[in-house]
């Protein structure tokens, strides 16, 4: 009879330990599961603000677009190459400032070329 009441108990504490098992197994799996909603939404956040960020910049583009759209676009693209009436190489180039009409003013130091004679 002892051996039959061993048995019985070591059975006993053998479906313990598996339901044990089970549980921690259960738990793990759903402490897995929270991280990996934690993480899901972390990056979506980030992404949202990401996209925030760039609506931001674009409107922000937008606005220095409009603003530039006046004359000194214009005059800037009309001045892409300017020619000196001397024959040398551009020392400095010094901006002086930008008016309220968006023009640009700016003093060029030109090195000039020596002519052997």
């Known amino acids: 009879m002892g051996k039959l009441q061993t048995a019985k108990d070591n ?5 313990y330990q598996a339901s044990v098992s089970e549980a921690q197994r259960i738990e793990q799996m759903n402490q897995s599961r929270l991280n ?25 583009l937008n606005d220095v677009e409009n603003a530039l759209s006046g004359a000194a676009p214009r005059a ?22 930008q008016s309220s009409d968006g023009s640009l003013t700016a003093e060029v130091t030109l090195m000039v070329n020596k002519r052997e004679q």
């Not at 693209?77 to 190489?89: F, I, N, Q, R």
């Open 36 to 60: 990996y909603q934690r993480q899901l939404a972390e990056y979506e956040q980030r992404l949202a603000d990401r996209e925030f960020q760039v609506s931001q910049l674009q409107a922000r």
């Open 76 to 97: 800037i693209a009309s001045l892409s190459v300017v020619k000196a009436p001397y024959a040398g190489t551009v020392g400095r180039i010094r901006w002086l400032g």
């Open 11 to 15: 059975r006993k504490y053998q479906e």
